[in-house]
Protein backbone atom coordinates (compact mmCIF):
# COMPACT_ATOMS: atom_id res chain seq x y z
CA UNK A 1 0.00 0.00 0.00
CA UNK A 2 1.07 3.77 -1.10
CA UNK A 3 0.91 6.55 1.41
CA UNK A 4 0.75 9.54 -0.55
CA UNK A 5 0.55 13.19 1.17
CA UNK A 6 1.51 15.60 -1.78
CA UNK A 7 -1.28 16.52 -4.10
CA UNK A 8 1.14 16.40 -6.85
CA UNK A 9 2.31 12.96 -6.21
CA UNK A 10 -1.54 11.90 -6.16
CA UNK A 11 -2.23 13.81 -9.33
CA UNK A 12 0.83 12.30 -11.18
CA UNK A 13 0.23 8.74 -10.10
CA UNK A 14 -3.64 8.49 -10.96
CA UNK A 15 -2.50 10.37 -14.44
CA UNK A 16 0.13 7.14 -14.55
CA UNK A 17 -2.91 4.39 -13.81
CA UNK A 18 -5.48 6.48 -16.28
CA UNK A 19 -3.20 6.24 -19.36
CA UNK A 20 -2.88 3.10 -18.46
CA UNK A 21 -6.60 2.19 -18.40
CA UNK A 22 -6.71 1.59 -14.74
CA UNK A 23 -9.97 2.04 -13.07
CA UNK A 24 -9.58 3.83 -10.18
CA UNK A 25 -12.19 3.65 -6.92
CA UNK A 26 -12.42 6.39 -4.24
CA UNK A 27 -13.22 6.30 -1.06
CA UNK A 28 -12.83 10.31 0.60
CA UNK A 29 -13.52 10.49 4.59
CA UNK A 30 -11.75 12.39 7.45
CA UNK A 31 -10.36 9.43 9.14
CA UNK A 32 -10.73 7.54 11.61
CA UNK A 33 -12.62 4.56 10.11
CA UNK A 34 -14.63 2.36 10.91
CA UNK A 35 -16.33 -0.64 9.58
CA UNK A 36 -18.72 1.69 8.03
CA UNK A 37 -15.70 3.17 5.57
CA UNK A 38 -14.63 0.31 5.48
CA UNK A 39 -17.92 -0.86 3.41
CA UNK A 40 -17.30 1.93 1.32
CA UNK A 41 -14.09 0.27 0.07
CA UNK A 42 -15.14 -2.73 -0.84
CA UNK A 43 -17.70 -1.29 -2.84
CA UNK A 44 -14.92 0.87 -4.26
CA UNK A 45 -13.56 -2.44 -4.81
CA UNK A 46 -16.11 -4.09 -6.55
CA UNK A 47 -17.13 -1.91 -8.77
CA UNK A 48 -13.20 -1.01 -10.29
CA UNK A 49 -12.39 -4.99 -9.97
CA UNK A 50 -9.02 -6.83 -9.50
CA UNK A 51 -7.47 -4.73 -11.71
CA UNK A 52 -8.34 -1.28 -10.56
CA UNK A 53 -7.00 0.78 -7.78
CA UNK A 54 -8.79 1.75 -4.84
CA UNK A 55 -7.83 5.11 -3.11
CA UNK A 56 -8.75 6.38 0.36
CA UNK A 57 -8.54 9.80 0.83
CA UNK A 58 -7.81 10.71 4.86
CA UNK A 59 -8.29 14.69 5.30
CA UNK A 60 -9.91 16.17 8.25
CA UNK A 61 -11.17 19.65 6.37
CA UNK A 62 -11.34 22.75 7.92
CA UNK A 63 -13.30 24.74 5.72
CA UNK A 64 -16.61 21.95 6.56
CA UNK A 65 -15.86 22.96 10.71
CA UNK A 66 -17.55 26.34 12.00
CA UNK A 67 -15.58 27.93 14.22
CA UNK A 68 -17.69 26.93 17.08
CA UNK A 69 -16.95 23.15 16.13
CA UNK A 70 -15.60 19.86 16.74
CA UNK A 71 -12.50 20.72 13.98
CA UNK A 72 -9.49 20.38 16.74
CA UNK A 73 -11.05 17.74 19.01
CA UNK A 74 -12.23 15.70 15.88
CA UNK A 75 -11.15 12.06 16.47
CA UNK A 76 -7.49 11.01 14.52
CA UNK A 77 -5.88 7.78 14.99
CA UNK A 78 -3.48 7.63 11.55
CA UNK A 79 -1.85 4.46 12.22
CA UNK A 80 -5.11 2.77 13.26
CA UNK A 81 -6.30 4.28 9.68
CA UNK A 82 -3.25 2.84 7.88
CA UNK A 83 -3.25 -0.63 9.12
CA UNK A 84 -7.20 -0.99 8.62
CA UNK A 85 -6.83 0.13 4.86
CA UNK A 86 -3.78 -2.31 4.31
CA UNK A 87 -6.50 -5.46 5.98
CA UNK A 88 -8.93 -3.60 3.38
CA UNK A 89 -6.99 -3.64 0.66
CA UNK A 90 -6.51 -0.09 -0.39
CA UNK A 91 -3.80 0.43 -2.76
CA UNK A 92 -3.10 3.67 -1.99
CA UNK A 93 -4.16 6.35 0.85
CA UNK A 94 -3.98 9.90 0.19
CA UNK A 95 -3.28 11.94 3.49
CA UNK A 96 -2.41 15.61 2.32
CA UNK A 97 -1.94 18.63 4.85
CA UNK A 98 -3.41 22.01 5.38
CA UNK A 99 -0.71 23.73 4.32
CA UNK A 100 -0.88 21.37 0.98
CA UNK A 101 -4.40 21.57 0.57
CA UNK A 102 -5.40 25.56 1.45
CA UNK A 103 -1.63 27.24 0.62
CA UNK A 104 -1.30 29.87 2.54
CA UNK A 105 -2.89 28.09 6.16
CA UNK A 106 -5.93 27.45 7.86
CA UNK A 107 -8.39 29.48 10.17
CA UNK A 108 -6.75 30.00 13.61
CA UNK A 109 -8.78 29.17 16.78
CA UNK A 110 -12.21 30.54 17.45
CA UNK A 111 -12.10 34.50 16.82
CA UNK A 112 -12.28 33.54 13.26
CA UNK A 113 -15.44 34.75 12.21
CA UNK A 114 -15.56 32.40 8.77
CA UNK A 115 -13.77 28.92 8.42
CA UNK A 116 -11.97 30.75 5.21
CA UNK A 117 -8.64 29.57 5.12
CA UNK A 118 -6.22 32.74 4.36
CA UNK A 119 -4.13 32.24 0.68
CA UNK A 120 -6.74 30.26 -0.52
CA UNK A 121 -10.20 32.26 -2.21
CA UNK A 122 -12.08 30.10 -4.94
CA UNK A 123 -15.20 27.80 -3.89
CA UNK A 124 -17.61 25.76 -5.03
CA UNK A 125 -20.86 26.06 -3.44
CA UNK A 126 -24.16 23.94 -4.22
CA UNK A 127 -27.45 26.39 -3.96
CA UNK A 128 -30.33 24.58 -3.63
CA UNK A 129 -30.03 20.84 -2.55
CA UNK A 130 -27.45 22.24 0.65
CA UNK A 131 -30.42 24.70 2.13
CA UNK A 132 -32.08 23.43 4.47
CA UNK A 133 -31.11 20.27 7.29
CA UNK A 134 -27.40 20.14 7.54
CA UNK A 135 -26.93 23.40 5.53
CA UNK A 136 -29.20 25.79 7.74
CA UNK A 137 -27.97 24.35 11.48
CA UNK A 138 -24.22 24.34 9.83
CA UNK A 139 -24.66 27.16 7.02
CA UNK A 140 -20.77 27.20 5.59
CA UNK A 141 -20.68 23.45 5.46
CA UNK A 142 -21.42 22.41 2.39
CA UNK A 143 -19.64 25.26 1.05
CA UNK A 144 -16.47 23.11 2.32
CA UNK A 145 -17.58 19.59 1.45
CA UNK A 146 -18.24 20.47 -1.90
CA UNK A 147 -14.81 22.84 -2.41
CA UNK A 148 -12.36 19.71 -0.93
CA UNK A 149 -14.08 16.91 -2.79
CA UNK A 150 -13.71 19.14 -6.18
CA UNK A 151 -10.22 19.50 -4.94
CA UNK A 152 -10.14 15.69 -4.50
CA UNK A 153 -11.80 14.42 -7.38
CA UNK A 154 -9.12 16.84 -9.49
CA UNK A 155 -5.76 15.17 -7.45
CA UNK A 156 -7.63 11.40 -7.70
CA UNK A 157 -9.19 11.39 -10.43
CA UNK A 158 -11.47 8.74 -9.69
CA UNK A 159 -14.18 6.91 -12.53
CA UNK A 160 -16.41 6.37 -9.49
CA UNK A 161 -16.13 7.84 -5.99
CA UNK A 162 -18.33 5.82 -2.75
CA UNK A 163 -20.19 7.86 -0.30
CA UNK A 164 -22.19 6.73 2.71
CA UNK A 165 -25.93 6.95 3.10
CA UNK A 166 -26.01 8.33 6.45
CA UNK A 167 -24.80 11.65 5.05
CA UNK A 168 -27.80 11.71 2.68
CA UNK A 169 -27.93 15.68 2.05
CA UNK A 170 -24.23 15.38 1.47
CA UNK A 171 -24.37 12.76 -0.61
CA UNK A 172 -27.22 14.35 -3.09
CA UNK A 173 -25.23 17.60 -3.02
CA UNK A 174 -22.37 15.90 -4.06
CA UNK A 175 -24.46 14.17 -7.39
CA UNK A 176 -25.69 17.74 -7.75
CA UNK A 177 -21.89 18.83 -8.06
CA UNK A 178 -20.55 16.22 -10.20
CA UNK A 179 -23.89 16.53 -12.54
CA UNK A 180 -23.65 20.15 -12.93
CA UNK A 181 -19.85 20.73 -13.25
CA UNK A 182 -19.51 17.19 -15.64
CA UNK A 183 -17.17 15.60 -13.22
CA UNK A 184 -16.95 12.52 -15.70
CA UNK A 185 -17.15 10.62 -11.99
CA UNK A 186 -19.88 7.91 -11.00
CA UNK A 187 -21.15 8.31 -7.44
CA UNK A 188 -22.23 5.52 -5.40
CA UNK A 189 -24.38 5.56 -2.35
CA UNK A 190 -23.24 2.83 0.49
CA UNK A 191 -25.79 1.82 2.65
CA UNK A 192 -25.68 3.15 6.74
CA UNK A 193 -23.93 0.22 8.87
CA UNK A 194 -25.28 0.41 12.34
CA UNK A 195 -24.02 -1.06 15.53
CA UNK A 196 -25.66 -4.10 16.66
CA UNK A 197 -28.39 -1.52 18.45
CA UNK A 198 -29.32 0.39 15.81
CA UNK A 199 -27.09 2.90 16.07
CA UNK A 200 -25.46 4.57 13.01
CA UNK A 201 -21.90 3.82 12.48
CA UNK A 202 -19.95 7.26 13.01
CA UNK A 203 -16.43 8.85 13.87
CA UNK A 204 -17.91 10.84 16.33
CA UNK A 205 -19.99 8.04 18.40
CA UNK A 206 -16.22 7.74 20.76
CA UNK A 207 -16.98 11.53 21.59
CA UNK A 208 -20.35 9.72 23.81
CA UNK A 209 -19.76 8.28 27.49
CA UNK A 210 -21.29 4.91 28.58
CA UNK A 211 -24.70 6.57 29.66
CA UNK A 212 -24.75 8.81 26.03
CA UNK A 213 -23.86 6.11 24.19
CA UNK A 214 -26.58 4.19 25.78
CA UNK A 215 -29.53 6.90 25.16
CA UNK A 216 -28.15 7.75 21.64
CA UNK A 217 -29.93 4.73 20.28
CA UNK A 218 -32.99 7.14 20.42
CA UNK A 219 -31.39 8.16 16.84
CA UNK A 220 -32.56 4.81 15.68
CA UNK A 221 -35.77 4.22 17.88
CA UNK A 222 -37.27 7.73 16.27
CA UNK A 223 -36.79 6.35 12.64
CA UNK A 224 -38.09 3.02 13.31
CA UNK A 225 -41.03 4.43 15.03
CA UNK A 226 -42.18 6.81 12.13
CA UNK A 227 -41.79 4.14 9.65
CA UNK A 228 -43.94 2.23 11.87
CA UNK A 229 -46.68 5.10 12.32
CA UNK A 230 -46.32 5.84 8.25
CA UNK A 231 -46.97 2.18 7.62
CA UNK A 232 -49.95 2.37 4.90
CA UNK A 233 -51.00 5.78 5.83
CA UNK A 234 -50.15 9.22 5.19
CA UNK A 235 -49.60 11.31 8.67
CA UNK A 236 -48.91 14.96 8.71
CA UNK A 237 -45.26 16.00 9.53
CA UNK A 238 -46.41 18.73 12.08
CA UNK A 239 -48.21 16.21 13.83
CA UNK A 240 -44.92 13.44 13.87
CA UNK A 241 -42.67 16.47 14.77
CA UNK A 242 -44.65 17.51 17.47
CA UNK A 243 -44.76 13.45 18.34
CA UNK A 244 -41.02 13.13 18.26
CA UNK A 245 -40.37 16.18 20.85
CA UNK A 246 -42.41 14.07 22.83
CA UNK A 247 -40.53 10.57 21.86
CA UNK A 248 -37.07 11.96 22.89
CA UNK A 249 -37.84 13.54 26.62
CA UNK A 250 -37.22 9.19 27.16
CA UNK A 251 -33.29 10.69 26.54
CA UNK A 252 -32.47 13.08 28.85
CA UNK A 253 -28.81 13.10 27.26
CA UNK A 254 -30.73 13.95 23.75
CA UNK A 255 -31.56 17.09 22.50
CA UNK A 256 -33.80 16.89 19.19
CA UNK A 257 -31.91 19.97 16.86
CA UNK A 258 -34.11 19.32 14.20
CA UNK A 259 -36.24 16.21 12.29
CA UNK A 260 -37.02 17.13 8.65
CA UNK A 261 -39.73 15.07 6.47
CA UNK A 262 -38.99 15.54 2.97
CA UNK A 263 -38.52 14.26 -0.65
CA UNK A 264 -35.65 11.87 -1.46
CA UNK A 265 -35.08 13.46 -5.06
CA UNK A 266 -35.42 17.37 -4.58
CA UNK A 267 -35.05 17.40 -0.83
CA UNK A 268 -38.26 19.82 -0.44
CA UNK A 269 -39.78 19.19 3.28
CA UNK A 270 -43.16 17.43 2.86
CA UNK A 271 -46.29 18.40 4.62
CA UNK A 272 -48.27 14.94 4.48
CA UNK A 273 -45.77 11.89 5.13
CA UNK A 274 -46.34 8.44 3.50
CA UNK A 275 -43.96 5.64 2.64
CA UNK A 276 -41.69 7.00 0.24
CA UNK A 277 -41.08 9.94 1.87
CA UNK A 278 -37.25 10.66 3.76
CA UNK A 279 -36.61 11.41 7.19
CA UNK A 280 -33.34 13.26 8.39
CA UNK A 281 -32.49 14.08 11.70
CA UNK A 282 -29.66 15.88 13.87
CA UNK A 283 -29.63 15.13 17.49
CA UNK A 284 -26.82 16.62 20.16
CA UNK A 285 -26.23 13.76 22.64
CA UNK A 286 -24.57 15.63 25.46
CA UNK A 287 -21.96 17.93 23.32
CA UNK A 288 -22.05 15.49 20.40
CA UNK A 289 -24.28 16.35 17.11
CA UNK A 290 -25.11 13.27 15.48
CA UNK A 291 -27.41 12.61 12.45
CA UNK A 292 -29.25 9.48 10.76
CA UNK A 293 -31.72 9.47 7.87
CA UNK A 294 -34.00 6.78 6.75
CA UNK A 295 -36.31 6.06 3.66
CA UNK A 296 -39.97 5.70 5.36
O1 LIG B 1 -18.16 12.61 4.78
C1 LIG B 1 -17.01 12.98 5.08
O2 LIG B 1 -16.26 12.30 5.78
C2 LIG B 1 -16.53 14.34 4.58
O3 LIG B 1 -17.56 15.26 4.55
C3 LIG B 1 -15.82 14.25 3.23
C4 LIG B 1 -16.77 13.80 2.13
C5 LIG B 1 -14.63 13.32 3.32
C6 LIG B 1 -15.30 15.65 2.83
O4 LIG B 1 -14.40 16.14 3.76
Not at 84 to 93: F, M, N, Q, S, Y
Not at 264 to 275: D, K, Y
Amino acid sequence: MHIISSPGAMQKRSQSWRRQGIRIGFVPTMGYLHAGHLSLVREARRRTGKKGKVVLSIYVNPTQFAPTEDLAKYPRDLNRDLQLCREAGVDTVFTPGDAEMYPGGRPQGPAHKDARPTGFSTYVVEEKLSQNMEGAARPTHFRGVTTVVAKLFNLVRPDVAVFGQKDFQQAAVIKRMVADLNFPIKIVIAPTLRERDGLAMSSRNKYLDAEQRAQAVILFHALQAVCAAVKKKSVSAARLKADLKEFFTAAPQARLDYVEFFDPGTLEPVTQVRSGTQMALAVFVGKTRLIDNAPL
